[in-house]
């Protein structure tokens, strides 16, 4: 690489008789009619191999190109999975769910990140821990669909406790909180909650289960609760003015809903 007309550096291999050899940095200047040469840097604790990479960078020759060196075994994407395994730890997710670690909680916290990043069934999601780093992340990489699927009975359980929780974090005495109430079709005919009632989503003739999202003043979920399919928004209200005075221990508080309560 030149530094000037009459100005150069490279790589000196010296060779040392006893010992190995020395690596030096050296710039090679023309003054008058002569050649001073100035030592600049040691790099004697640089291997053989990567002298001669500087020497040849110096010299300017084109170095190999990266995919002549190295061979592509497996790609996995992982950007995305840092994303939210960062945003979840900062929401302080694991200790919402339960307050010790625990295999179930880790497979809990990986289904919610799956959701996020791509939604697919439990089985899909058992098979495609390999597409990606998130079955490492979570620790939880060798689980398959019956685990998972057993991971949610135990949130199950801890739902009341969970959403607890989320009320102590979002909503406040006196504060707004906001109810509506929505439904989902299904296939099939064993849901005992499946019913025939209005189709919010345009599936009619279908057996459909409701369900009541209560959120603070934002819309930050905190409670839900599943109804049967033909049960109208004015007969789920008392339910969520229960969980806010017996559950929440809210006394105060402006519920609001939509035109249909």
């Not at 040469?37 to 990479?53: D, I, M, P, V, Y």
């Not at 979840?88 to 670690?101: A, I």
């Not at 928004?233 to 309560?261: E, N, Y």
């Amino acid at each position: 690489m030149a530094l000037g007309y009459n100005q150069s550096m490279y790589i000196d291999i010296v060779p040392n008789r006893n010992s190995p050899p020395a690596i030096l940095l050296r710039e090679s200047t023309r003054e008058g009619g002569r050649i001073v040469k100035r030592t600049l840097a040691n790099l004697s604790s640089l291997s053989r191999e990567q002298a001669e990479s500087i020497r040849a960078v110096l010299k300017g020759e084109p170095l190999a190109p990266v995919d002549s060196l190295f061979e592509v075994v497996r790609s996995r994407t992982h950007g995305a999975v840092q994303a939210i395994g960062q945003a979840m730890q900062r929401l302080h997710l694991g200790p919402l769910l339960d307050s010790k670690p625990s295999r179930q909680r880790d497979l809990v916290l990986a289904m919610i990140a799956a959701r996020v990043r791509d939604p697919q069934s439990k089985l899909a999601t058992s098979r495609s821990w390999h597409h990606s780093t998130l079955g490492e992340w979570f620790g939880v990489a060798d689980a398959d669909e019956h685990e998972l699927y057993g991971a949610l009975d135990w949130l199950l359980e801890r739902q009341d406790k969970i959403e607890r929780r989320l009320a102590r974090r979002h909503l406040a005495e006196g504060g707004r909180v906001l109810y509506d109430l929505s439904s989902s079709y299904l296939e099939g005919s064993h849901c005992p909650l499946g019913q025939r009632g209005y189709s919010r989503d345009g599936k009619k003739g279908k057996l459909q289960v409701n369900y009541g999202l209560l959120t603070d003043d934002r819309g930050c979920p905190v409670s839900i609760s599943v109804f049967a399919g033909n049960t109208s928004d004015p007969q789920t209200l008392m339910d969520q003015v229960d969980s806010l005075q017996g559950r929440f221990d809210l006394q105060s508080v402006i519920l609001v809903g939509d035109r249909g309560m």
